[in-house]
């Protein structure tokens, strides 16, 4: 096709190049609406999950700084006389808030309860197997020790201890005193939020077992995850992000952790990807939709101006040939004109 022919055909078929222009515009626009949305809702769904991960940050420093402040208290009212009526009487006036923590329990140097703040202590029970108290046996310190998550052996629950060492006059490993925590008293918030179904907050040790989980695999509380990403993360950062299936449970999540200043422990917040594609999935349903309707538009007004394209040349034509027919025959013309035909 000859350069004049090629602007000849694009000027008689404006319409149709127009309506080709229009859709590819229009689907363009929605391309970019689609990724342009996709990422501000990704965005908005981790910026959510760092912020609830903040939040339980704080949770957790907030229980377990109290704890620790209470246990400190109670430790230093029994040094006074070495006798746990003593720690009874303090806990009349200062009662441990039950709905919140389970007990508090003093074990003696042998392993051996001899208060429980709730519960009977049964004959024979003994701590000295719980690593725990072997913890203190060996370390001179007075951190508090986070322990595994196990079922008590009075209270018949499964709790998370929170322990401080006990000393006697010289010095020397003299027992332990416990508050021991629910573990789902831990993530108890989080059940609370609409973050996607199968949505996940963990609370996990540096010496990667689990302490608390809203939801569990098979099984369950003190699980080693080893094999999480979560460790390499950390060796990069503190706080981060990452996305991996759940050596708990094999949900693919997107994670946002932190790591805890004060105390050997991570939080994580998990948001499962497909909550994320089921929202891309309804922002695409959407443009897809309005593309659909654009591009249905652009097409009937292409079709209805092609309609009036070809009636136009059509006219044209036939005024032409009448033009040429009126032109060739003088006297019909003067016959057209006098009758007042045009």
């Given at each position: 096709?000859?350069?004049?022919?090629?602007?000849?055909?694009?000027?008689?078929?404006?319409?149709?190049?127009?309506?080709?222009?229009?859709?590819?515009?229009?689907?363009?626009?929605?391309?970019?609406?689609?990724?342009?949305?996709?990422?501000?809702?990704?965005?908005?769904?981790q910026?959510?999950?760092?912020?609830i991960?903040?939040?339980l940050e704080?949770?957790?420093?907030?229980?377990?700084?109290?704890?620790?402040?209470?246990?400190?208290?109670?430790?230093?009212?029994?040094?006074?006389?070495?006798?746990?009526?003593?720690?009874?009487?303090?806990?009349?006036?200062?009662?441990i808030?039950?709905?919140s923590?389970?007990?508090?329990?003093l074990?003696?140097?042998?392993?051996?309860?001899?208060?429980n703040?709730?519960?009977v202590?049964?004959?024979?029970?003994?701590?000295?197997?719980?690593?725990?108290?072997?913890?203190?046996?060996?370390?001179?310190?007075?951190?508090?020790?986070?322990s595994?998550p196990?079922v008590?052996?009075?209270?018949?629950?499964?709790?998370?201890?929170?322990?401080?060492?006990?000393?006697?006059?010289?010095?020397?490993?003299?027992?332990?005193?416990?508050?021991?925590?629910?573990?789902?008293?831990?993530?108890?918030?989080?059940?609370?939020?609409?973050?996607?179904?199968n949505?996940?907050a963990?609370?996990?040790?540096?010496?990667?077992?689990i302490r608390?989980?809203s939801?569990?695999?098979?099984?369950?509380?003190?699980?080693?995850?080893?094999?999480?990403?979560?460790?390499?993360?950390?060796?990069?950062?503190?706080?981060?992000s990452?996305?991996?299936?759940?050596?708990?449970?094999q949900?693919?999540?997107?994670?946002?952790?932190?790591?805890?200043?004060?105390?050997?422990?991570?939080?994580?917040?998990?948001?499962?990807?497909?909550?994320?594609?089921?929202l891309?999935?309804?922002?695409?349903?959407?443009?897809?939709?309005?593309?659909?309707?654009?591009?249905?538009i652009?097409?009937?007004?292409?079709?209805?101006?092609?309609?009036?394209?070809?009636?136009?040349?059509?006219?044209?034509?036939?005024?032409?040939?009448?033009?040429?027919?009126?032109?060739?025959?003088?006297?019909?013309?003067?016959?057209?004109?006098?009758?007042?035909?045009p």
């Amino acid at each position: 096709m000859k350069s004049g022919d090629y602007k000849k055909w694009i000027l008689e078929n404006s319409v149709i190049v127009g309506a080709i222009l229009s859709v590819i515009v229009v689907s363009a626009a929605a391309y970019w609406v689609f990724s342009n949305e996709s990422r501000n809702r990704r965005a908005q769904v981790q910026e959510r999950a760092h912020l609830i991960s903040t939040i339980l940050e704080e949770e957790v420093i907030n229980i377990f700084d109290f704890v620790e402040s209470y246990l400190t208290l109670v430790r230093n009212q029994y040094y006074e006389d070495r006798n746990v009526e003593s720690i009874k009487n303090l806990l009349d006036i200062a009662p441990i808030n039950e709905r919140s923590f389970s007990h508090l329990t003093l074990i003696d140097r042998d392993g051996t309860p001899t208060f429980n703040s709730r519960y009977v202590i049964r004959p024979g029970s003994s701590a000295a197997d719980r690593e725990y108290f072997k913890h203190f046996q060996k370390n001179d310190t007075d951190e508090l020790y986070i322990s595994l998550p196990h079922v008590g052996r009075n209270s018949n629950k499964v709790v998370v201890r929170a322990v401080k060492r006990l000393e006697d006059p010289d010095g020397n490993f003299d027992g332990v005193i416990f508050i021991a925590i629910d573990v789902d008293r831990l993530v108890r918030f989080f059940k609370e939020l609409d973050l996607g179904e199968n949505s996940s907050a963990t609370i996990v040790g540096l010496d990667k077992r689990i302490r608390s989980r809203s939801h569990y695999g098979e099984l369950g509380p003190g699980q080693d995850i080893s094999g999480s990403r979560i460790w390499k993360e950390l060796e990069k950062r503190p706080t981060g992000s990452y996305r991996q299936t759940s050596v708990v449970d094999q949900v693919e999540r997107l994670y946002t952790y932190r790591k805890l200043e004060d105390y050997l422990l991570i939080v994580a917040i998990g948001v499962p990807v497909n909550f994320v594609g089921k929202l891309e999935s309804d922002i695409s349903w959407l443009a897809s939709s309005f593309t659909g309707i654009a591009i249905t538009i652009v097409l009937l007004l292409s079709v209805i101006a092609v309609r009036e394209s070809i009636f136009s040349r059509r006219l044209r034509k036939s005024n032409t040939a009448k033009d040429e027919f009126l032109g060739q025959s003088p006297s019909i013309k003067f016959m057209f004109v006098s009758s007042g035909v045009p």
